[in-house]
């Protein structure tokens, strides 16, 4: 059987129908100035409306508020200036259903040049399905970070709880060893001095040798005095440690007080050391912790007489306004060395210059806790050679601290 021309045709436009009807992807074709002509059954599917709803109806009924206002422009500047946005590219859109519902679309257009006209198809694939993946994946994917972050940030943080628990245990470690060679030393020095004074004594036996025995009990009340001091230091500071030192403010007398701290520092003085008093006349009271404040002026004063030549004078100011008071200890002794300053309230820590004058080093360090739990604060200068002066500023009352 052979084909006329005319049966290829109607066979080919019936094989074009059918492509065009079973198409999965929505196609609708449209006049050059934005009319709809045909649509398949996907288009109607994809938007909700019959075929005849559609059809003569302008094209921008199937788009979003934007695109729906803007299209005639496009078309129109498409018409003037034949420079493509859409035509033969492809673009995501967003399409509107007959029920408003809006959802992504993929739309490739392309320009079919008939005979005698210009028409354009439309070829639009739903993307929502798509769109909703690979949102999900994003999602997913950002959750997988979050994830991530949250236990690098996690471990990170172990990291430095870990090296901070090492660095603990480490200076714990550092001070133990500091506290024992710093111990042995200061009770094996007074000690023996104790040992060979008392074996002296039992020799000198004759009446005429008095003196002598005398010298000895002193030597062996001074060793006495200094191990107290040290294990008085030792005490302040394991009752500082379990937080057993508790400020109990009251009402004080500044130069009263001043002048009994003197007095119970007078052990550390040399030869000719004296002691010049600048005190102004306000504040004469203050409300803090007598007992605290005591063992802070007589630390830091006996530091001024036991840093210092014999002879050298130690000098006490003390000024204030109604809101705090500061007292300044000021010495022309030894100083200390500028690379020692920043450490000079660690506990054990002892400057490189006091060679063979006796300490612990914790002094200083029970001082500044002293100052800080009432509520004030210490500073000091120095040069090395030439002296120090350390200050404390109290608040005037602390009990509204
Ligand atoms: P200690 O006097 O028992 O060594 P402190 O804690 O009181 O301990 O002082 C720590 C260090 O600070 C001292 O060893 C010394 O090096 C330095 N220091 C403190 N006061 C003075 C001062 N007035 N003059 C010079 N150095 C000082």
């Keep these: 059987m052979n084909f006329t021309d005319e049966d290829m045709s109607q066979e080919n ?20 100035d934005g009319f709809i002509e045909n649509v398949n059954q996907a288009a109607c599917d994809l938007f909700g409306y019959a075929a005849g709803e559609m059809q003569g109806q302008k094209v921008n009924m199937l788009m979003a508020q934007y695109d729906r206002t803007h299209h005639d422009g ?34 490739a ?28 994946v ?6 997988l970070e979050n994830k991530v972050k949250e236990r690098t940030a996690a471990l990170r943080q172990r990291e430095v709880e870990l090296k901070l628990a090492l660095g603990k245990e480490r200076e ?42 005398e010298r000895h009990i002193n030597r062996i009340k001074d060793a006495v ?21 508790i400020c109990k403010p009251k009402l004080i007398d500044v130069r009263a007080l001043i002048s009994t701290s003197v007095e119970s520092s007078e052990g550390q003085f040399k030869e000719g050391q004296e002691v010049i008093l600048e005190l102004a006349d306000e504040p004469r009271t203050l409300m803090t912790d007598p007992k605290l404040l005591r063992h802070v002026l007589i630390n830091l004063i006996s530091n001024a007489a036991k840093y210092s030549s014999p002879g050298m004078p130690v000098t006490i100011r003390s000024a204030g306004t109604k809101d705090y008071c500061s007292i300044t200890i000021l010495d022309q002794g030894i100083g200390i060395p500028e690379e020692d300053q920043p450490h000079l309230f660690d506990r054990f820590f002892r400057a490189r210059n006091v060679e063979n004058v006796k300490g612990t080093g914790l002094g200083l360090n029970i001082v500044n806790h002293y100052v800080s739990l009432m509520g ?9 050679g030439e002296g120090s002066s350390f200050t404390v500023h109290l608040p005037q009352d602390n009990s509204v601290l």
Excluded: C, W
Excluded at 116 to 133: M, N, P, W
């Design 376 to 384: 004030g604060r210490i500073e000091f200068t120095s040069k090395l």
């Design 13 to 32: 436009s019936r094989r074009l129908r059918a492509l065009f009807e079973m198409a999965t992807d929505g196609i609708i074709t449209m006049s050059s």
């Design 138 to 143: 994003e999602k997913l994917n950002a959750d």
């Design 74 to 107: 496009y078309l129109k500047r498409y018409h003037e200036t034949g420079d493509p946005h859409i035509i033969g590219i492809g673009r995501d859109v967003i399409g509107r259903r007959k029920d408003g519902h809006e959802f992504p679309l993929r739309l």
């Design 172 to 213: 714990l470690n550092e001070l133990k060893s500091r506290f024992l060679s710093m111990a042995s030393h200061e009770f094996k020095t007074p000690l023996s001095t104790v040992l060979s004074s008392a074996e002296l004594i039992e020799l000198y036996v004759e009446p005429e040798q008095q003196p002598k025995r």
């Design 225 to 245: 005095n200094q191990l107290t001091e040290v294990l008085d230091d030792f005490l302040s500071l394991s009752q500082l440690e379990q937080g057993r030192v």
């Design 109 to 136: 257009v392309s320009e079919v040049k008939l005979d005698e006209r210009t028409i354009y198809t439309g070829i639009l694939h739903d993307v929502s399905a798509f769109r909703k993946a690979k949102e999900e």
